[in-house]
């Protein structure tokens, strides 16, 4: 059964995207067929494989407006086993349109269903709040996963971010579970960091999964960003790296 998983997590600056893309790529070496859907305007999933988004004339708003479906705006192959649905920024605009639209919450999780067969998962790469685009990844989604930059602000919107997914589990979608936490960002050298990953695990580790080992840190994943492709290719042997391979190889074989 495919799973969907949406990315989420209010709070900017957790590395979202950056998980999305590697766990993805991880997941494909492994030979899983993936999916990544970009829902944040930014449009970073087709850059961070070397795709300008704002030249793309087709892209996750013509799906929610209707103009296309999601099979037309797929690109395949990027790595193998890996396809993605790209975005920009006229993703934004259509978001403020939705809010008129008929059955918005659900836009996504109708346009998912033509394609759940051709993939083993769809990762949702969510914007860094709860809008309209969010809340259909969680309404579409069969799990959320967090991640959390180890820092205190990170930490609080975890726990509200948890509450909003019981609120849609409660009343809308009531398969939807929590896959885990990611500690990213995480700097092995500063009390702070370990504080918070431990204190997260002392709150939520009795009702939430959180992954080990963590991210750690590196300059090295903004330099494999500005070159469209990931640590994997230029750094495999950072802590990052290993990190993200062993929570997909968690992922698979769950």
């Known amino acids: 059964m495919t799973r969907v998983i949406a990315v989420s997590n209010q709070k900017g600056g957790t590395s979202k995207t950056t998980t999305v893309i590697h766990l993805g790529v991880a997941l494909a070496q492994l030979g899983k067929r993936v999916l990544l859907i970009d829902l944040d305007p930014q449009g970073h999933v087709a850059e961070g494989f070397g795709i300008v988004s704002d030249d793309l004339q087709a892209e ?18 990027v790595r193998p086993n890996l396809d993605i649905a790209p975005s920009n920024i006229r993703l934004a605009d259509m978001e403020l349109t939705l809010v008129n639209l008929r059955f918005r919450e659900n836009k996504l999780k109708r346009a998912l269903e033509p394609v759940l067969t051709r993939y083993d998962i769809i990762f949702l790469d969510c914007p860094p ?26 930490m609080l919107g975890v726990s509200r971010l948890i509450q909003s997914v019981e609120t849609i589990k409660g009343e809308a979608n009531p398969d939807l579970q929590v896959l ?10 500063t009390t702070h960091a370990r504080e918070v990953v431990a204190r997260t695990k002392a709150e939520l580790g009795d009702r939430v999964h959180v992954f080990e080992p963590p991210v750690h840190d590196s300059t090295r994943f903004p330099e494999a960003s500005a070159q469209g492709t990931t640590v994997f290719d230029i750094a495999p042997t950072i802590e990052g790296a290993q990190a993200y391979r062993a929570i997909a190889q968690e992922i698979a074989n769950a």
């Open 180 to 189: 885990g936490i990611i500690p990213t960002r995480y700097k092995a050298t």
């Open 129 to 154: 709040n709860l809008g309209l685009l969010t809340v259909n990844a969680l309404m579409a989604a069969s799990h959320v996963l967090i991640p959390m930059a180890a820092d205190y602000y990170s």
């Open 60 to 77: 996750m708003s013509c799906v929610f407006e209707g103009s296309k479906r999601l099979t037309d705006i797929i690109m395949p192959k």
